[in-house]
């Protein structure tokens, strides 16, 4: 099976600026093929995750990918789904991100020289040295404005009558210079992005054409969405994000372990890279243990089979045996906070377990919230150093499925 055949068949594939001619160029020769990503944040998260295995599979068939940061066009921000600009971000912090970027893709795809090896690459080298004049004679000259205002990003602003800074509507055209730049110095003839990004990805299309002559690719993915409608990559605690250290493995694996049960085989079928037969065996099976087998296959490609191993037993500690779980959250109270105690609801807050005080309170007067496994009925409970023993933590839990263990240091 050819990488085009695959990603078709993973469901990957959305559209193609020319399926058959990229089909046959993928059969012919090796392939480079790029995905941007803005360093927006030190961490990639599971809405990225159909990129990122895209990334995977292209390496997998022997293709080369491109990890093309936008240290310059992150300065822009792009416009898309966006009512307002974004924050300018310090060099530190663009830095920062790109090494917590780097980290995420790692644990996919292999970086190196080799001729499949991932190459990561950064949009300041070339865009930040562009003079204004000379980018405007030489390229702005070949794009419609009048193109480039019936694109969904700008469109969208537009229509929803926010302002549209002049510096986010060149996010398209500094985008679609990217493209050329990396077909003409990486022989990148391949850019893969989501759906939403289509107007912007055929802007590189069009500037490459018109200036090189050369035909280059536009391929995207489906915009995912789990079955009632949310975006992937959040969940009620926020973000899920695939760095360890801006989120556990345990808590990535109870993502995955608490998805929608429509989603299960979808998912798997996504991003589990099991064949026909494991995927069939799956199907068969009670979906609370579908849900456990992907959430631990899940977990073991981002982290590792020890990190899947260890929140499955802890998983299986805290749901069906009611123990606490070595893998659960630790939040730490310092001894001298607790001589007059603190109200259970502060905690629950402070904890992470509730979003504010007032939702705390609220969770306690409608029995959602429980201290070792027994309900909590008083809102103002104090919580103090004789339940907190210095090596015996509590269990704090709100509803069925978020637990923090509490601990005094």
């Known amino acids: 099976m050819s990488f085009i055949e695959d990603f078709q068949s993973r469901g990957f594939y959305y559209q193609c600026s020319n399926l058959e001619a990229l089909k046959q160029l993928s059969n012919e020769t090796k392939i480079a093929a790029y995905i941007g990503f803005d360093c927006t944040a030190k961490s990639l998260h599971v809405g990225n995750l159909m990129q990122i295995m895209a990334l995977r599979l292209l390496q997998q068939h022997g293709h080369k990918p491109i990890i093309l940061i936008g240290t310059a066009t992150s300065k822009v921000g792009d416009p898309h789904g966006k009512d307002e600009m974004r924050k300018i971000l310090s060099n530190e912090d663009l830095a920062a991100n790109i090494a917590g970027i780097k980290k995420s893709l790692s644990k996919f795809i292999k970086f190196g020289t080799g001729p499949s090896d991932a190459v990561m690459v950064s949009n300041g080298d070339w865009l930040e040295k562009i003079g204004y004049i000379d980018f405007l004679r030489d390229f702005g000259r070949h794009i419609s404005v009048n193109r480039m205002l019936t694109m969904e990003s700008a469109k969208a602003r537009l229509d929803r009558d926010q302002p549209l800074s002049f510096l986010e509507f060149n996010y398209m055209l500094l985008q679609g210079y990217d493209f050329y730049h990396l077909s003409k110095h990486h022989n990148c003839s391949v850019q893969i992005g989501g759906s939403d990004q289509w107007g912007n990805i055929l ?207």
């Open 203 to 409: 802007m590189g299309v069009e500037i490459t054409r018109k200036i090189s002559g050369k035909e280059v690719f536009a391929l995207t993915t489906q915009l995912l969405t789990t079955s009632s409608g949310a975006k992937m990559g959040k969940s009620v605690s926020g973000a899920v994000w695939i760095n360890e250290d801006m989120l556990s493995p345990y808590d990535y694996f109870q993502f995955w372990r608490n998805i929608e049960d429509p989603d299960v085989m979808r998912f798997a079928k996504l991003y589990s890279e099991w064949d026909a037969r494991e995927l069939a065996e799956l199907g068969s099976m009670q979906i609370n243990d579908a849900k456990k087998r992907l959430a631990h296959r899940l977990t073991a490609l981002c982290h590792g089979r020890d990190a899947a191993d260890s929140a499955l037993e802890t998983s299986k500690k805290v749901f069906e045996e009611g123990a606490h779980g070595d893998d659960l959250p630790l939040y730490k109270i310092l001894k001298s906070e607790l001589e007059n105690g603190i109200p259970a609801f502060e905690i629950f807050e402070r904890a992470g377990l509730c979003e504010s005080r007032s939702e705390a309170r609220k969770l306690i007067r409608g029995g959602g919230a429980r201290l070792n496994d027994q309900k909590i009925a008083d809102e103002g409970l104090l919580i103090d150093s004789a339940m907190l023993l210095q090596d015996n933590p509590i269990k704090l839990s709100a509803g069925r499925k978020k637990h923090v263990l509490i601990k005094v240091v």
